[in-house]
Structure formats: structure tokens, C-alpha cells
């Protein structure tokens, strides 16, 4: 599933092309996709300038004139990308297509068809989507007060905590498992048994590791693909997730691989010991 950084390097991607121009057309190939697609949004999108591209947590949005925003969410293999009109032929799983004035197609693909396209007339960011959405891992909302704060009472582990939407949006799986071996914190201590230099450490790794994963064009591992329809290359920066058995890069320990709140959790045992850390309390 294409994760926050991903998201944003799409972001990035399209915005230098798709913003201040008209939509011409604006076609769904299909009645549904996670959710049914709104049976007027061909007559919704048409002749609508894009004033702006953002993104909230893992979703992308389309703020148009006449207060109209679309809500994207890639699913797990969806795909937005640009190409030339006059070079761009309708492939599968191409499920919708807008065609701009600049003679730019913006095309949304996606082969699971897990993500989803909402209309909304009123501010997107009130959706219900985003009820209860934490801040932004890379705004300065999200800081080591705040985490600490936050999590004084979570006895669940911090691995689970931090992919919570509702402590801070964004921080999937993959990123997760690199910022804990970053900031040297065993993914299954309890998030209310860290110190503050613990929240310290951890809120800069996020950080740090999703800023990285920007600049590299996220990660591919399947599915992803940026707005020009290429991979990132995060994953050759990989420290620990996707490498189990693999020796540590910091101390040559064979990675170990749990699953952790059912998602596989990678991580060092020498590098992020719980029973270290459980002593030092």
C-alpha cells in the first residue's frame, strides 16, 4: 500500500502540471471502485479548474472552483499518473481519466481497486475520513511533548501506537519498523514505558526516515509507481524491513521478523534488545 511518503511524491509529481488548469473532460470507466463512484462526476469535474493539490494523512486532494475538492485515497495498488494527451492510450485498469487544457491527461489506475475517489462541495479536510486524524508526523505539531503526552497511558506497544491515525497520520508499516530501528526502540515495549529521550529520539527518526523517503521517491516494493509511472527507490535504503535473516547493518545480527498487531514487524534484537531496555527502567 502506497504509504505517506509515496503519497506525497505523487503529490509532488502532479501538482507542476495539473495546477490553474481546466479540466475538459472527465470520464469513469467503471460505477465503483472501494466505493461506488459518484454517478456525477463527469458533470462535476468538467470545466473545473484545479486550484490547488494537498495531501491529509495517506490521501490526496483536488481542491477545485465552485468549492468543489476530491478526496483520493490509493488503496493498495492505485496509481495517479500524467502523461501527454496526444501520447496517453486508455489502458486497463485505468479506471478514471481527466483531460486538461495543457494538453495533459491525469489518469488514475489501480489493478485492486482498493482506493477510492470522493466528491465533496464542502471543506475536505471536515470529512468523515478524517475524523479523529492526529497531526502531521512532519509538522511541528507532532513533537516529543506531544507523543509523550499522548501516549502516558497506551499499554498497547509502540510499534502499533505510532501507526495509529489517531496519535499521528501516516506512519505505515515500513516506516514504522525503520524509525523504531533508527531511534534503537524495540517495536513491542509498551508506548507508556518510553522516557521522554526515548519520544526524543523516536519523533526524529520519523522524521528524518519519512523526509528520506520523500526525497528518494518513496518505496517500491510491488505495486507503487510515481506520477510518471516509475518506482521509488527507498527501498534500497532499507535498515531492517523486507530483511529478515538478513544481517544487521549496524551489528550483523540476523534481522528477526513477528508479526506485531498483525502486520509483519521487523526489527534488530541486538539494536533494539527489550530486555536491555527493560532493565535500564
Not at 483536488?62 to 485515497?73: A, E, K, Y
Not at 508506548?191 to 526516515?209: E, F, P
Amino acid at each position: 500500500m502506497p504509504e505517506l511518503p509515496e503519497v506525497e511524491t505523487v503529490k509532488n509529481g502532479i501538482q507542476n502540471h495539473i495546477l490553474n488548469t481546466k479540466i475538459l473532460s472527465a470520464t469513469p470507466h467503471r460505477q465503483n471502485l472501494r466505493y461506488p463512484i459518484d454517478p456525477l462526476l463527469k458533470q462535476k469535474l468538467q470545466g473545473r479548474e484545479i486550484l490547488s493539490v494537498s495531501r491529509r494523512g495517506k490521501h490526496l486532494i483536488l481542491s477545485l472552483d465552485n468549492n468543489i475538492s476530491t478526496i483520493i485515497h490509493l488503496g493498495m495498488s492505485g496509481s495517479l499518473q500524467v502523461n501527454d494527451s496526444d501520447q496517453y492510450y486508455h489502458q486497463k485498469h485505468d479506471h478514471i481519466v481527466l483531460k486538461l487544457d495543457n494538453n495533459t491527461t491525469l489518469f488514475y489506475n489501480d489493478p485492486r481497486r482498493f482506493g477510492y475517489w470522493i466528491m465533496t462541495d464542502n471543506n475536505p479536510l471536515e470529512h468523515p475520513c478524517f475524523k479523529n486524524y492526529g497531526p502531521e508526523p512532519l509538522s511541528s505539531d507532532f513533537n516529543s511533548n506531544y507523543l509523550q503526552q499522548k501516549l502516558a497511558h497506551k499499554k498497547q506497544s509502540i510499534k502499533t501506537a505510532i501507526m495509529s491515525n489517531q496519535i499521528v497520520v501516516g506512519v505505515g508499516n515500513i516506516y514504522a519498523c525503520e524509525s523504531l530501528f533508527l531511534a534503537k526502540i524495540h517495536p513491542n515495549k509498551k508506548a507508556n514505558c518510553l522516557t521522554l529521550n526515548d519520544y526524543n529520539a523516536l519523533v526524529c527518526k520519523i522524521k528524518k526516515t519519512l523526509k528520506k523517503a520523500i526525497a528518494e521517491g518513496g518505496t517500491t516494493l510491488k505495486d507503487y509507481k510515481n506520477a510518471e509511472g516509475k518506482p521509488g527507490y527507498f527501498s534500497q535504503s532499507l535498515h531492517v524491513y523486507g530483511r529478515k535473516n538478513k544481517p544487521c547493518k549496524i551489528c550483523n545480527t540476523p534481522i528477526t521478523a513477528e508479526v506485531i498487531a498483525q502486520r509483519n514487524t521487523f526489527f534488530c534484537q541486538t539494536c533494539q534488545s527489550l530486555k536491555l531496555q527493560s532493565d535500564s527502567k
